[in-house]
């Protein structure tokens, strides 16, 4: 991707998409990539709704009785949450979790 910079500059940047296009060459990385799609489709949904609902971290937190660093480590994929602390989120949000 060129971007332009100004008076005659451009500067040329690799994307994400790119990156991972090439990436996505590897059987090893695609497979690993297949294996956390649950996880990440699961962690975009509850951000999704917490956003929607405009409620901060801290609000969603007291909402289950827990900890706003406890929600920031789900969000951020650094936490495999259990299926109770999924259902306590899902229920303070007012969602249901479909796995196809």
Do not use: C
């Amino acid at each position: 991707m060129k971007i332009k910079m100004g008076k005659n500059k451009i500067k040329e940047y690799t994307t994400f998409r790119e990156i991972r296009k090439e990436w996505m060459k590897n059987p090893e990385f695609r497979k690993a990539s297949k294996e956390l799609e649950l996880g990440h489709a699961l962690i975009r949904a509850i951000l999704d709704a917490r956003i929607n609902k405009g409620l901060t971290q801290k609000d969603l937190a007291e909402k289950i009785g827990t900890k706003q660093s406890s929600i920031a480590r789900f969000e951020s994929g650094a936490y495999n949450p259990t299926l109770s602390f999924v259902q306590k989120l899902a229920g303070a949000l007012d969602v249901k979790i479909k796995i196809r």
